[in-house]
């Protein structure tokens, strides 16, 4: 049995506050929608899975048999197969055969490929690491259907990943976008808002 | 390699630099043990981060020494003595990979270049400034090709003994740069089949570094997207200097007229595979080195990606 102290890496005389954050940061991190359509998801998930009971059994441990009351992450685990044209395929993706789907997906003629023929091989190419050419697929995918709400999470997520909104550099840009001055401007202004409401400070 | 991958050094204590750079001249000291001594030419960040990588996968316990710099004797260094098989293989990997950078140079600089700058050259309507750049572009050419040479028969011997000690890292090297030519000479290339294998490069050598299955998918993940990344930040790089020659470049078959709007796309096509290394990194189990190594996958890159995006656009 691994240690769940080390498991989110805190000691184990943390507070209940520090083993919160410690929870949530290392939930945020594995969360298994990172890893939609790739082909680590498992071990991500086998990760959740240890985060998870790592902190139950702490919480359990210090509330002597009470259960948590934080909500707990997970996967949000959509398959949207009704209604699919291609079930047979969203079968091989699921299996992670890749290569067979891929070629029954080629086989499809041009003028008979739909919305969700771009979206399938977007989500092929996307594992294979052909992420210019996925997100290509899912824009085309979501042109020809907008209001398919699976092609719109997959392009949404491409999207945030091109702009850069990754967590770990919120950190970054908050410490190298706040200069000096901005700081005293900050300061002025809250003094003047002070002032303003009478206030004796 | 490129010397892209380095920590943001303001972000790192004082004890992680000094590891970092112990790590590094430790490299150094074990490049010219194993590979002799003109093989410590080719020390880069890049191949350090490999040493610290596979350092902190198999938990081995580095102690430090005080020495002295090979390249200023008078500079005191601190420094990793240089027994450890990971030196041994990042030194290796640096060394084959810079043969065959340079081999790579050498085809790249051959007269059929030349003439293919003729024809912007051919815009020109004075005949005798014409003459002169031609000729200037001759003798540089003559020259570049020269000390490639000289460098190639250089290199030669460290590159045997890497190869028989590795002959797995030159078969995966070997056979990535023959794809990459067949690539290039493809009439249209999208942006991932140019970086494909580079990224397939990585993908094996950081395939190397784990028995174990899950940690090897997870690697082989991890350095298919670095080599990617590392392959396109040379592209944007390069950008300058590849609409001038003519040279291959995957950016110029996607260029729109303004230049802050190439930029920007630039810069979302490698988020997008900075996004990714990250991911796969977050599943590595490390078992020291760990700030270090945050420091460069989630700071480092982006801040060195920034810098060339900046200087590449700027007029």
Known sequence: MVDPYKVLGIPR????????????????????????????????????????EAYDLIMNERKKGKRPNEQKWSSSGKYYS????????RELIMHNRFEDAEQILDGVPPSSRGAE?????GTILYRKGWLEEAYKHFESACRMD???????????????????????????????????????????????FCKCFGSQC | MFGYIKPYEPELKVKELKIYKSVYCGLCKSLGKFFGRFSRLTLSYDCTFLTLLSLALKNTHIDLKSGRCVVNVFKKCIFCPSSGEEFKFAGAVSVIMTYYKILDDIRDSSLLNLSRNRVKIKKLTKILP?????????????????????????????????ARLYPNVLHIIKNQMKNQEIIEKKDKVNIDESAESTGKMLEGIFGLLSENKAEKRILERFGYFIGKWVYLLDAVDDLKKDLNSGSFNPFITNLKKEPEHIKNYCGEVLNQVLTQVILAYNLLELNNFREILNNIITLGLKQTQEKILQSAFEL
């Not at chain 1, 009704?82 to 395929?89: E, L, R």
């Not at chain 1, 023929?117 to 091989?121: R, T």
């Open chain 1, 13 to 52: 005389n943390a507070s209940e506050e520090q083993i919160k954050i410690a929870y949530r940061e290392l939930a945020k991190k594995y969360h298994p929608d990172n890893y939609d359509k790739s082909p680590l998801k498992d071990l991500a998930l086998e990760k959740m899975k240890e985060v998870n």
């Open chain 2, 130 to 162: 014409n003459m002169l750049v031609l000729s200037f572009n001759f003798v540089g050419l003559i020259f570049k090709k020269i000390c490639l040479f000289v460098f190639l028969q250089i290199s030669k011997f460290s590159h045997r003994k890497s």
């Open chain 1, 82 to 89: 009704q209604g699919s044209s291609y079930p047979d395929i």
């Open chain 1, 117 to 121: 023929w771009y979206f399938l091989k």
């Open chain 1, 146 to 192: 907008p209001s398919n709400g699976e092609y719109a999470a997959a392009l949404n997520q491409m999207i945030n990943q091109r702009k850069g909104n990754f967590m770990n550099y919120n950190n970054m840009d908050r410490s190298m976008g706040y200069s000096m001055c901005d700081m005293c401007a900050s300061f002025m202004c809250a003094d003047m």
